[in-house]
């Protein structure tokens, strides 16, 4: 529906306030009761605004007084840039998605270009205004270094802006890297051909970060025959990942699909102790987010902390989401299949820069 004038609106009073009261709209399925509550993006409503909804919507949804009305808000371009002219732009292979029939897809090797060494700071990756219909995902990995391309970088997915890493951080990408780009399309109803772009935003040149971001997922991976999750049937399935060195996490993006209901993780500590760092519990598939730290509350974790993860299915009629709860799911790609990853953006820490920001955050805990 459109909601861009009071007469677009007023139809849809009732609905609005059972999303806002649920916590539906905006998308951010953030646990409020579990883990870190701070986070860049946080784009969700406070307890007022969402009272003072709640207060129109059960007086009537009145129009108030027209003189106060704000002026329409002018929309950007749908095919611009989020992050301005990319320094390098890759694209991809037009793909012609027929208008109905089973998903599709495909794996792409495509050359950068890069003449020299340089360090990515952040990534988009459009795909066309009408193309989104289509698009399930686009995941990027870097091929370089003999590499065949499985170090992850970025993800397109509903809901998720373009990546943009802390100041200070990047990632290497060698002269004649090259990307790897997995795609996995739908059909939508229409015959669309769909032309994505990628964007890489550098550094440059002469500029090397103080610190390299690392990717770490945190769940069971492709081809994984662990999932089982019967009919009509809630199931919680854990993963755990170790890290070898110490590291400030940056970001923490829960990945299911369909009968996805809730995530928690948590790190274990050396010592045994354990922390909650972010968990969702009202998790949609059609509004990927990923949680953004904000600096002064990021984790620092030492060598050897465990990653835990904590996935819950509701394969039950109660999911309002779940498109037939009489059948049996395991692990696939297709988005009635369900999946368990959850996405952690890291910077590695020597031990000496571990300590001190640990010591540095304890005497501000402490002020």
Excluded at 159 to 180: C, N, Q, S, W, Y
Aim: one cysteine or more; a negative charge; aromatic letters at 8%.
């Amino acid at each position: 529906m459109s909601l861009l004038t009071y007469e677009d609106a007023r139809p849809w009073a009732r609905a609005i306030k059972q999303s806002v009261v649920r916590r539906d709209m905006p998308p951010w399925h953030l646990d409020p009761h579990q883990g870190i509550q701070r986070f860049k993006n946080d784009r969700s409503l406070s307890e007022a605004q969402i009272a003072l909804l709640v207060q129109w919507v059960d007086a009537g949804a009145p129009l108030g007084d027209p003189a106060a009305l704000p002026a329409p808000i002018a929309w950007a371009d749908a095919d611009r840039w989020q992050l301005g002219t990319p320094d390098v732009v890759v694209s991809v292979p037009p793909r012609a998605v027929p208008a109905g029939g089973p998903d599709s897809w495909a794996d792409y090797i495509i050359d950068t270009g890069l003449a020299d060494d340089r360090y990515i700071r952040a990534v988009e990756i459009k795909p066309t205004p009408s193309g989104r219909r289509v698009v399930h995902h686009i995941v990027t990995f870097l091929a370089q270094g003999g590499e065949r391309g499985d170090a992850y970088l970025s993800e397109y997915a509903v809901g998720k802006d373009a990546e943009v890493f802390p100041a200070g951080t990047g990632r290497l990408i060698a002269r004649g890297a090259k990307l790897r780009v997995n795609v996995h399309d739908h059909p939508a109803g229409e015959p669309i051909t769909e032309r994505t772009e990628i964007g890489l935003f550098l550094y440059p040149k002469e500029t090397i970060p103080a610190h390299q971001i690392a990717a770490v997922t945190v769940g069971l991976l492709l081809l994984d025959n662990d999932l089982d999750i019967p009919a009509h049937r809630t199931a919680t399935y854990e993963a755990f990942a170790t890290l070898a060195r110490a590291a400030r996490m940056i970001s923490f993006q829960p990945h299911m699909h369909m009968r996805g209901k809730a995530m928690l993780l948590e790190a274990i500590y050396p010592d045994g102790r354990r922390e909650a760092l972010g968990a969702v519990d009202g998790y949609d598939f059609g509004a990927q987010v990923a949680y953004i730290y904000e600096d002064d509350v990021s984790p620092l974790l030492p060598a050897g902390t465990v990653l835990h993860a904590v996935a819950t299915y509701d394969n039950t009629a109660a999911n309002r989401k779940n498109p037939d709860p009489s059948q049996w799911v395991g692990f696939g790609n297709r988005s009635i299949d369900e999946m368990f990853q959850c996405h952690v953006l890291i910077t590695d820490l020597d031990e000496d820069e571990y300590l001190s920001l640990a010591r540095m955050r304890a005497r501000r805990k402490s002020e």
